[in-house]
Nanobody, 118 residues
Framework: QVQLVESGGGLVQPGGSLRLSCAASGSIFNILRLGWYRQTPGKERELVAAVTSSGRTSYGDSVKGRFTISRDNAKNTVHLQMNSLKREDTAVYYC????????????WGQGTQVTVSS
């Protein structure tokens, strides 16, 4: 089992910045990918950004050029730097981990609220 704990959410004005962090603990071996998803009421959860164990990153189209994901393998943490925030970035952000064993297991954090509003 992998436990994921997010931090760093909150209220920010449009154009501002926020940094989310996610700390992984438990059986943290063979974690193939760490990432961030977000969800708003009535919509499906969508990929924001992800980073593999080899450092390959991927981003959702709506955040490219504004958000940056980084991973600290030594500390088993992943960060999401969010710049030039827009009202439409308002959502609950979830940390996600994919672990490779005999099968691929997926884990989720509890979520952290990000609100972009003036």
């Amino acid at each position: 089992q992998v436990q994921l704990v997010e931090s760093g959410g909150g209220l920010v004005q449009p154009g501002g910045s926020l940094r989310l962090s996610c700390a992984a603990s438990g059986s943290i071996f063979n974690i193939l990918r760490l990432g961030w998803y977000r969800q708003t009421p009535g919509k499906e959860r969508e990929l924001v950004a992800a980073v593999t164990s080899s450092g390959r990153t991927s981003y959702g189209d709506s955040v490219k050029g504004r958000f940056t994901i980084s991973r600290d393998n030594a500390k088993n943490t992943v960060h999401l730097q969010m710049n030039s925030l827009k009202r439409e970035d308002t959502a609950v952000y979830y940390c996600n981990a994919l672990q490779v064993g005999q099968q691929i297991d997926e884990y989720w954090g509890q979520g952290t609220q990000v609100t972009v509003s003036s």
